[in-house]
């Protein structure tokens, strides 16, 4: 079945380092991707999303690239700041017409960054 | 455009009692999920409608749950006879057909239900 794995976290950085979260997935097909991110006491919030090979998601500074010969959709951030700290999760969907339609989850990264 | 609204935030139960929590979604969207989520691990599917039908449903969700869309609008999750087990955050999310197949799922803040 379709599922998603992440890096075990937790992630500590300092401001202004690089990150990088490793997110790989296994699925049949061409799932579209997605990192969602919540920060503490909020809801989850869609950060970015790629729908096929080779594509690039990108907002607010982060960004992932869609690679199929690897499965993978690694997180990258160039300059971390505090305000980034929050768990992000890898997610994909696979939509298959109407009756099929949900998204998996990976089991999240929680990033801590200290000033 | 709210966002995604769920009632109660907060649930405390006795085992073996039930529970019902609803969720608001977005007006204009036609899809709508329940996700659960334990702590340190990320949200797991229960179910999902279009509209006022039910799609799909999680092996996860026992017969003690049961998820209901009557009008297409708002949505309710019942527990019967709750087990400590059931103790998360029940999130619910919405979506829209309308803007394409890989429109993204706008969540609520969720109900957190702890069974003692």
């Known amino acids: 079945g379709n599922s998603v794995t992440q890096m075990e976290g937790p992630v500590t950085l300092s401001e202004e380092a690089f990150l990088t979260i490793n997110c790989t997935y296994t699925?049949?097909?061409?799932?579209?991707l997605f990192w969602y991110v919540q920060y503490p006491g909020e809801g989850l919030q869609l950060l970015l999303k790629?729908?096929?090979?080779?594509d690039k998601g990108s907002n607010k500074g982060f960004e992932a690239t869609y690679r199929k010969e690897t499965t993978s959709f690694h997180l990258e951030k160039g300059s971390v700041q505090v305000s980034d700290s929050a768990v992000y999760f890898c997610a994909l969907r696979h939509p298959r017409g109407t009756s099929y339609d949900k998204v998996i989850f990976g089991p999240g990264t929680s990033l801590s960054v200290i000033p | 455009d709210t966002g995604v609204s769920q009632n109660p935030r907060h649930k405390i139960t006795k085992r073996g009692q039930n529970v019902t929590f609803r969720c608001d979604p977005i007006s204009e969207h036609n899809r709508l999920y329940w996700y659960r989520q334990t702590l340190g691990q990320g949200p797991e599917f229960l179910t999902y409608?279009?509209?006022?039908?039910?799609?799909?449903k999680s092996r996860l969700l026992s017969d003690r749950f049961s998820a209901e869309r009557p009008k297409g609008s708002f949505s309710t999750l019942e527990i019967q006879r709750t087990e400590q087990g059931d103790s998360a955050m029940y999130l619910c999310a919405s979506s829209s057909t309308r803007t394409g197949p890989y429109s993204p799922l706008h969540f609520g803040n969720g109900t957190r239900l702890t069974v003692t």
């Open positions: 409608f279009q509209n006022e039908a039910q799609l799909e």
């Open positions: 790629a729908t096929k090979a080779d």
């Open positions: 699925a049949t097909g061409y799932p579209s």
